[in-house]
């Protein structure tokens, strides 16, 4: 199937964090500090999806208190500690009632690939390791944590003929925002 049509069949983006949200740097400061550059771009792209239709779901083989913070201020369910990422899927797949088929997911390592083998739509960072972007029917023209979530979000509602108004519901709610603070 042509990856166009792949596109609009999406009904959720599940996605990696480290390696597809950020550039897969980890900085350990004193303490138990964990740092993570998460991309601006990527975040308003995930508002945008989660207020028109298009939940946003991560999953992760690690834990910290830096993706639940980033997670919580988009209103993304994460998903940490996702040793087993097709069990993970799967059990998105369950929450939301909707089949694997409706579901693109994005990676860039060796751990997503089980992911990215049941998903509707397999989606490779242009960073990501070769057996990834095989597996790929989709590969981003961004590297991970430079914008590759923002790159799918927007491949998909285009796809679905929802941008524009996507775009002005979102221009919508920062107005509404601006105007209660």
């Not at 049509?5 to 390696?19: M, P």
């Not at 991560?58 to 988009?74: D, F, K, N, P, Q």
């Not at 990215?116 to 095989?134: F, H, M, N, S, T």
């Not at 991970?144 to 108004?165: F, M, N, P, S, Y």
Request: charged fraction near 20%; proline fraction near 3%; charge should be negative.
């Amino acid at each position: 199937m042509p990856v166009q049509q792949q596109f609009t069949r999406i009904k959720l983006l599940a996605c990696d964090v480290d390696g597809v949200l950020t550039d897969g740097t980890i900085i350990y400061g004193n303490g138990a500090v964990e740092l993570k550059a998460f991309n601006i771009k990527d975040g308003l792209a995930m508002k945008l999806a989660g207020w028109n239709a298009l939940p946003v779901v991560w999953i992760t083989g690690r834990c910290s208190e830096a993706v639940a913070r980033r997670a919580a201020e988009l209103d993304v369910h994460v998903q940490q500690g996702a040793g087993d990422k097709d069990a993970g899927l799967r059990a998105v797949a369950d929450i939301h009632g909707l089949s694997l088929d409706e579901i693109a997911y994005v990676g860039d390592d060796l751990n997503d690939l089980p992911a990215l083998r049941i998903a509707g739509l397999p989606v490779a960072v242009a960073d990501a390791v070769p057996e990834v972007i095989a597996t790929a029917a989709y590969v981003t023209t961004a590297p991970g944590g430079h914008g590759a979530i923002r790159e799918v979000i927007t491949a998909i509602l285009k796809a679905q003929g929802r941008w524009d108004e996507a775009v002005e519901v979102y221009l919508a709610r920062m107005r509404e925002a601006a105007v209660g603070q």
